[in-house]
């Protein structure tokens, strides 16, 4: 056994150094690779996945797999390692069923994919777009029927991204959001907007890109075990808890946005940088349930920096960084940063709308895997889907369905996780106030970091130990409902718009 284990190790080693490779191409790609040197970058992605391919599902690899699993000290092995030998013979059986010659096309596909989506996104032009997407349509679907033959297509992909959920459970959860929110937002809608051209201005890169690092530093962010670079679309990408990246995205003429996505990519990476030392070089360290990692991202950028509390020991460092925001009250900016009104982007949707976006997201998937809709007709059916639940129509791609990127790597079943992430965030905050008390009062006193140390010990430090829904069991001893985060939007918002 301790042969077999040790080699197990130097084959996963192997592995993880190929994909620490790809992911310093990818990373590398999105954030500053010039156009001319696109292209190369594809094939020496396409070449390392290729053979992190191989080796994953070597013959080799397999048979020490199956001999790990069925040696009578497995039992005796720690359980971080059980987990990994486990997952890794399920990831083995389910690659080994796909041809390397349709994996490669694949990876390159998706490069191609993402590349088209930038330009089409800045041209405004879906039609460049369009053909990629189809075909990440048609490679994903076939992936799924390769690696998950026994399971329906669709619920495929979402258990990909948030295993044991399905679309039945979905169902039922967005359900409960839509029968709380749209209320909400129709009751809110009813009262006088406030003027919002206090928050136009001119913001340098530089003074927002200093900015973001303060708030990063703020919230819990080890900057020694990470860096934060620029990209079209903000982002978060792990190499290891001791490397996790982050990315933002400017605007000259405004400065919440930036804010806000950088709380929100700086939680998904106090997440990665949390896990336990003791589970490094196992699987426990890859956090592939997504719905539970954007309930730390969410959690920091609303549950907690939208909140007043948040602000009231830093507002007077945000004017000294810029001179506009000492001319406007900390309850305006309250007011702004939680201003609702149905918009076209998702990144910038308040928290009561967001999850409307995700809804629609979750339905148009739905409408490709399981009515058959092609990539033609999706411009139209986001703008029909985008009036029937918001109740605006984009006057172009960019503002529809050219502004998430998720599409164009073929991540379909992505977006759900980010309303479960809400629904999660509920929860959390009610097991986290149980505990710690009120969280006004922790946030008015600047104590932030002990939410981050409760988050750390609740959830962090466990990495993938358990699945999302496992999580919210072990921490909220509770079945999974929408009722928490949306008695929370109840109480906030109606205090706030004196409803």
């Known amino acids: 056994m301790k042969d077999k284990l040790e080699k197990f190790n130097e084959y996963r080693e192997k592995i993880s150094f190929h994909k620490h490779v790809i992911t310093q191409f990818q990373w590398d790609m999105q954030t500053q690779t010039p156009s001319k040197g696109f292209a190369d970058k594809v094939e020496a992605v396409t070449y390392f996945s290729s053979q992190a391919f191989q080796l994953q599902t070597s013959e080799e690899y397999g048979k020490l797999l199956k001999s790990l699993l069925k040696e009578k000290e497995f039992e005796e092995l720690d359980e971080a390692m059980q987990i990994t030998i486990k997952r890794e013979w399920k990831e083995y059986e389910e690659n080994k069923r796909v041809p390397k010659e349709f994996y490669e096309e694949m990876v390159r596909a998706s490069a191609h994919s993402q590349k088209a989506w930038e330009e089409a996104k800045q041209k405004k032009d879906y039609s460049i777009f369009c053909p990629h997407l189809q075909k990440m349509i048609d490679y994903r679907k076939q992936l799924m029927e390769y ?298 006193d600047g104590r932030i970091r002990d939410i981050t140390d409760w988050l750390h010990e609740k959830i962090h430090k466990y990495g993938s130990l358990r699945t999302g829904k496992e999580v919210v069991e072990h921490v909220c001893g509770k079945e999974i409902s929408a009722k928490p985060i949306l008695k929370y939007f109840e109480d906030k918002y109606t205090k706030l718009y004196d409803l």
């Open 147 to 444: 690696t998950r033959p026994d399971m329906e297509v669709y619920d495929a992909m979402l258990d990909a991204f948030e295993e044991g959920m399905d679309s039945e459970t979905i169902d039922r959860l967005f359900g409960e959001l839509k029968a709380g929110l749209v209320p909400l937002l129709q009751r809110i809608a009813k009262k006088t907007e406030p003027d919002r051209s206090i928050f136009r201005g001119e913001f340098p890169k530089h003074l927002q890109q200093e900015w973001s690092g303060f708030l990063l530093d703020y919230i819990g962010y080890d900057k020694e075990a990470g860096v934060m670079s620029e990209s079209e679309h903000p982002f978060t990408m792990g190499f290891g808890p001791k490397d996790v990246r982050v990315t933002n995205h400017y605007r000259k003429d405004e400065a919440i946005n930036a804010m806000f996505s950088i709380i929100h990519e700086g939680g998904h990476a106090i997440f990665e940088q949390g896990v336990d030392e003791q589970y490094e070089k196992t699987a426990l360290t890859e956090i592939n349930f997504l719905g539970l990692h954007e309930s730390q991202s969410r959690f920091y950028e609303n549950i907690l920096g939208r909140n007043i509390n948040f602000w009231r020991p830093i507002y007077i460092k945000l004017g000294e960084y810029f001179p506009q925001f000492q001319q406007i009250s900390l309850e305006d900016f309250y007011r702004e940063i939680n201003h609702v009104a149905p918009g076209l982007i998702r990144i910038d949707s308040d928290e009561v709308s967001y999850s409307l976006h995700i809804i629609l997201r979750y339905e148009i998937e739905k409408a490709i895997f399981r009515n058959g809709v092609e990539a033609k007709d999706l411009s139209k059916l986001w703008n029909d889907k985008m009036e029937e639940l918001l109740g605006i129509r984009p006057e172009n791609d960019t503002d529809g369905i050219l502004q998430d990127t998720h599409w164009s790597d073929g991540s379909f079943g992505y977006f759900p996780t980010y309303a479960l992430g809400n629904i999660f965030d509920g929860m959390f905050l009610e097991a986290l106030t149980e505990e710690l008390g009120d969280v006004d009062t922790l946030l008015a």
